[in-house]
């Protein structure tokens, strides 16, 4: 299999803001350091990656050496993350 790397045009500010929202989440769920396949920093870059360009989430889980089913996981999660910050309609 032949890898490359891409970059993501986004601002780091913004990756920042992620990660930070997952490590919160993963503490509220009592997340112990290390049981998870991608660091809040990586998934960030993932969940970002996939908002950026929606790729197909196999190839883009492939990329960051995570399963489809791990991808899924983590797309949704964070989908989640940033729901719960959103405002409302009535906001």
């Not at 989430?57 to 989640?80: N, P, V």
């Amino acid at each position: 299999m032949l890898y490359y790397r891409v970059s993501l045009d986004v601002p780091v500010q913004l990756v920042i803001k992620v990660s930070n929202l997952l490590r919160k989440h993963r503490g509220e769920l009592g997340t112990r350091n290390g049981t998870r396949a991608l660091t809040c920093w990586q998934q960030a870059k993932f969940i970002l990656a996939w908002f950026r360009d929606k790729p197909g989430l196999r190839r883009l889980g492939q990329g960051f050496g995570i399963s489809q089913a791990t991808a899924y996981r983590y797309k949704d999660e964070g989908i989640e993350v940033l729901a719960a910050k959103s405002p409302s309609l009535h906001d």
